[in-house]
């Protein structure tokens, strides 16, 4: 297995890319990226400097993965997806010493034109909808829409909805209708069984 660079795409000299990592047309890694195994880097991606990229995360068209960022193992990001790393910018005014770290934790799914806003971690194998906008942490599973995002459900390992409530009181178990894996529900967290 080796990597795959486009001929289209620009990968700058000390980026480290794992074995059978793909980069896609007109995508450029600048040289201080690391990017694990088993990734794909669709069309016109950019992954900046200060960016490490887990093994086998998913990054589709048009995202710019900007300083300050860390997707985990297994993150999936949809098409159009939006970081930030500055939370006040002004053109006029250099923030650079200001950048605000974003962590998204292994297995998180990112739905296409979400927007996290710089400083927010997203827990492991948390689903943000299409076109939700995170402001704030977001707890393991949770499933998260609107603008701003809030909480609206809970998702399984498989990318599940379960049948759970949002509730910081409810202790409950559910399965994913998918896998059968059980889940347990107790005082505003989840975990798997």
Same mark, same amino acid.
């Given at each position: 297995?080796?990597? /795959?660079?486009?001929?289209?795409?620009?990968? #700058?000299?000390?980026?480290?890319?794992?074995?059978? /990592?793909?980069?896609?047309?007109?995508?450029?890694?600048?040289?201080?990226? &690391?990017?694990?195994?088993?990734?794909?880097?669709?069309?016109?991606? !950019?992954?900046?400097? #200060?960016?490490?990229?887990?093994?086998?995360? &998913?990054?589709?068209?048009?995202?710019s993965v900007y300083d300050a960022?860390?997707?985990?193992? #297994?993150? !999936?990001?949809?098409?159009? %997806?939006? !970081? /930030?790393?500055? !939370?006040?910018?002004?053109?006029?005014?250099?923030? *650079?010493?200001?950048?605000?770290?974003?962590?998204?934790?292994?297995?998180?799914?990112?739905?296409?034109?979400c927007t996290l806003v710089c400083?927010? /971690?997203?827990?492991?194998?948390?689903?943000?909808?299409?076109?939700?906008?995170?402001? *704030?942490?977001? *707890?393991?599973?949770?499933?998260?829409?609107?603008?701003? %995002?809030?909480?609206?459900?809970?998702?399984? =390992?498989h990318g599940e909805k379960l %049948?759970?409530?949002?509730?910081?009181?409810? #202790?409950?178990?559910?399965?994913?209708?998918?896998?059968?894996? =059980?889940? =347990?529900?107790?005082?505003?967290?989840?975990?798997?069984?």
């Open positions: 297995m080796s990597v /795959t660079i486009h001929p289209s795409a620009i990968v #700058d000299e000390g980026a480290q890319l794992g074995e059978g /990592t793909a980069v896609w047309h007109f995508s450029h890694v600048c040289a201080g990226a &690391r990017i694990g195994p088993r990734c794909s880097l669709g069309q016109n991606v !950019f992954v900046a400097n #200060d960016v490490v990229i887990g093994a086998g995360v &998913r990054i589709q068209n048009n995202v960022v860390t997707l985990e193992d #297994d993150v !999936f990001v949809g098409p159009s %997806a939006v !970081f /930030t790393n500055v !939370f006040n910018p002004r053109s006029a005014v250099p923030r *650079k010493h200001e950048y605000r770290r974003t962590l998204v934790q292994r297995g998180a799914t990112l739905g296409a034109n400083g927010a /971690t997203v827990g492991e194998y948390a689903f943000i909808g299409a076109g939700a906008v995170v402001t *704030k942490d977001v *707890k393991p599973y949770a499933l998260m829409t609107g603008v701003p %995002a809030r909480q609206t459900g809970w998702m399984s =390992r %049948a759970l409530p949002v509730d910081e009181a409810a #202790d409950m178990e559910a399965a994913c209708p998918a896998t059968g894996e =059980r889940y =347990r529900l107790q005082g505003g967290r989840l975990e798997a069984l």
